[in-house]
């Protein structure tokens, strides 16, 4: 499946990818070159979608929507029963401040394995509940 990278903090055009050991080498690269003191956002579009992952902490969220930009977004639910009021703090890039509530906060690792998914499917991975923002 081809899709194309792109990042917050890359003032260049997206790379592209074909497969999932890319997407791993362009994050691995994104988080050592650009992520020492604040983490950022890796854009991956496929198809007719754009998935957004949280990159640099050890927790992260994911986002897709369409490419359109129209809506509507999903995020993915990883612990359904934390209080809603509960919010996670990013500063991306140490100047964007963005709260997430705690519910979509997941593992890296694991938002990572959706990311794959969403490169080698070009669809929403199933493997995850999703709720609309």
């Known amino acids: 499946m081809k899709a194309t990278v792109t990042w917050w903090s890359h003032d260049e055009g997206p790379v592209e ?54 809506g509507p977004y999903l995020v993915a639910v990883f612990d359904r029963n934390a209080d809603d009021n509960d919010t996670f703090n990013f500063y991306f890039q140490g100047l964007h401040h963005t709260e997430i509530r705690h519910r979509n906060i997941l593992p890296s690792t694991l938002a990572r394995e959706l990311a794959r998914a969403f490169v080698v499917t070009g669809g929403i991975p199933k493997d995850i509940e999703w709720e609309a923002v």
């Not at 999932?20 to 983490?39: F, G």
């Not at 949280?54 to 994911?62: D, H, I, M, Q, Y």
């Open 17 to 70: 990818i074909h497969d999932a050991v890319e997407l791993d080498r362009v994050v691995d690269m994104v988080i050592k070159s650009e992520c020492s003191e604040y983490p950022t956002v890796v854009v991956v579009h496929a198809n007719i979608y754009l998935l957004e992952i949280a990159v640099g902490l050890p927790e992260s969220f994911v986002q897709i929507g369409p490419d359109s930009g129209l």
